[in-house]
């Protein structure tokens, strides 16, 4: 510990440290998706959470991270109820408590926090951020390209901001989490061909909507092997932190599904959502997301 004292003046992760990992990185400039684990630096960081986000924004980045909002989910709905959906025969999702459920706006600071962590909540309450149009799985986004990043999530489209992430050039940063927290492996399902599952929350007139949410993401440590040619690292602290093009993580995950569709499937041999998943996902008429089953 006295060599990093000497470092930093105390025991503790300053923005400089932060904006040297940014640096050696090299995403200056860059959008950037943050899956992290603030427990992860194994030590205090000098003004908080803060300081993760001014190192970014003085970098010119844009951050993204997954808003995910549990507490709006809904019971189904018979019409919302395709087939192949990861929800078995349903009776676990008709059977479950949704206690005053609430209605969703691009407006609200509600995030599960327990599941996602202290930092997308902190980023949500920054002034400026944009949150996605998403009821369940939210990205919230937060500089210079927010709103070009989450305006074009809706109920429906749950991945747009991980397309515009990857048309944008940009990178997914897991900050000590492992490839289980990168949401971009859903969106290489779906460019791989699979469709993301019917989940269910109010509209505004307090009736029933199909909502597309992510699966299992159990496997996706299963792709640890074939991306490790793309990772770049850096550690800060004692997070170990793993960087990836989105565009490489997409195209390397999208093809490596269509070859081998088990090699998402996690270690429980009757997970309902891998199995569907590997089907293919729901199956929905075309009309579906207007009309229903
Ligand atoms: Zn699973």
Known sequence: MLGRSSVLGSD?????????????????GSDVCIHSSVRSFGMPLKNGLKSI??????????????????????????????????????????????????????????????????????????????????????FTALGPNAKRLVSGQTNKDVYA???????????????????ESA????????????????????DENMKTVPVSAGGCSEGFSHFEDILEIYADKTTVGNSRWICFKARQIVDVCSRAIKNMPHITHCDDKNCDRCNDAILGGPVLNEDFWENGV
Not at 12 to 28: D, F, K, Q, V
Not at 65 to 81: L, N, R
Not at 163 to 171: A, E, I, P, T
């Open 12 to 28: 503790e992760i300053g923005r400089t440290a932060i904006i040297n990992a940014i640096n050696s990185l090299g995403i200056s």
């Open 53 to 138: 986000v001014d190192a970014f924004i003085e970098r010119h980045c844009t951050i993204m991270v997954p808003t995910f909002s549990d507490m709006f989910e809904a019971k189904p709905v018979e019409k919302f109820m395709p087939p192949q959906n990861g929800a078995g025969d349903y009776s676990f999702l008709m059977e479950k408590q949704y206690s005053n459920v609430k209605v969703f706006s691009t407006d609200s600071k509600e995030i599960t926090v327990e599941e996602m962590g202290s930092f997308p909540k902190f980023v949500l309450e920054c002034e400026g951020s944009v949150r996605g149009n998403n009821a369940l799985n939210s």
């Open 161 to 179: 901001p991980m397309k515009q992430l990857y048309d944008n050039d940009g990178y997914v940063l897991l900050m000590g989490v492992g490839l």
């Open 183 to 202: 949401t971009i492996i859903h969106y290489a399902e779906q460019v791989a061909g699979r469709r993301p599952f019917v989940r269910w929350a109010y």
